[in-house]
T-cell receptor
C-alpha cells in the first residue's frame, strides 16, 4: 500500500441497500476526509475526522456515516442508498501536525458508485 | 463563507503554448491556496501551493500567482504538453482555525490541441 487505497473501485448498488466504502492510508496522517464529486459541482465534503476517535460533518452529510477507530482506516457507510447518492467518492488525508495545511490533501483514486 | 470559482469551465490551448487557468475566491481570510490536477479516472493530485504572504510561487513548469486585493488566483503552465490534459481545481483554506475543510472550485478542463 502506498498512499491511500479505496475499495471498491466501482459498484452498482440497488436502492435501499447498505454499502460501506473503504479507505485506508499508510502515511500516518492524522486527518481524513470523504468527498463526493459530481459533474458541475466539484468536490463536496461529506464527513471528516481530524484525529482517530473523532468525526465531524461536512457540507453534505445526510445519508452517510463514518467512523475512525484507528489512524489508518476511515470507512464511509450509506445506510440505505438512494439514486441521488450516485457519484464518485474520494477519500483524502492530510498531516496537519506539520503545520496547518502544509501540502494539502492526498487523495485516493476514487470509488464510482451507481445507485439504481 | 467561502466560495471558489473558476472563470472558464474549459480551456483549449495549442501544444507548446502557455496555459493560464484562473480562480476567484470570496473569503479574504483564506490564507492558503492549492492547485490540484485531476486526470480522467484518478483522484486529484497536488500541483503547487501558495500562502497569503506571497504573491508568486514557481514550480517545475508551473507558476501560481495570488492577488489578494481582488481575491484572484491563477495557475500558469509553461510549454503545455499533452500530459497536461486534465481538470484543474483551485482550493482555498479558510484560515488556520478551520481545521476541517478546503473549499474547492468546480474545475477547469484543459485540453491540448496538437
Amino acid at each position: 500500500i502506498a498512499g491511500i487505497t479505496q475499495a471498491p473501485t466501482s459498484q452498482i448498488l440497488a436502492a435501499g441497500r447498505r454499502m460501506t466504502l473503504r479507505c485506508t492510508q499508510d502515511m500516518r496522517h492524522n486527518a481524513m476526509y470523504w468527498y463526493r464529486q459530481d459533474l458541475g459541482l466539484g468536490l463536496r465534503l461529506i464527513h471528516y475526522s481530524n484525529t482517530a476517535g473523532t468525526t465531524g460533518k461536512g457540507e453534505v452529510p445526510d445519508g452517510y456515516s463514518v467512523s475512525r477507530a484507528n489512524t489508518d482506516d476511515f470507512p464511509l457507510t450509506l445506510a440505505s442508498a438512494v439514486p441521488s447518492q450516485t457519484s464518485v467518492y474520494f477519500c483524502a488525508s492530510s498531516d496537519s501536525s506539520r503545520g496547518a495545511w502544509m501540502g494539502g490533501y492526498t487523495f485516493g483514486s476514487g470509488t464510482r458508485l451507481t445507485v439504481v | 463563507g467561502e466560495s471558489v470559482g473558476l472563470h472558464l469551465p474549459t480551456l483549449s490551448v495549442q501544444e507548446g503554448d502557455n496555459s493560464i487557468i484562473n480562480c476567484a475566491y470570496s473569503n479574504s481570510a483564506s490564507d492558503y491556496f492549492i492547485w490540484y490536477k485531476q486526470e480522467s479516472g484518478k483522484g486529484p493530485q497536488f500541483i503547487i501551493d501558495i500562502r497569503s504572504n506571497m504573491d508568486k510561487r514557481q514550480g517545475q513548469r508551473v507558476t501560481v500567482l495570488l492577488n489578494k486585493t481582488v481575491k484572484h488566483l491563477s495557475l500558469q503552465i509553461a510549454a503545455t504538453q499533452p500530459g497536461d490534459s486534465a481538470v484543474y481545481f483551485c482550493a482555498a483554506f479558510p484560515g488556520y482555525s478551520s481545521a476541517s475543510k478546503i473549499i474547492f472550485g468546480s474545475g477547469t478542463r484543459l485540453s491540448i490541441r496538437p
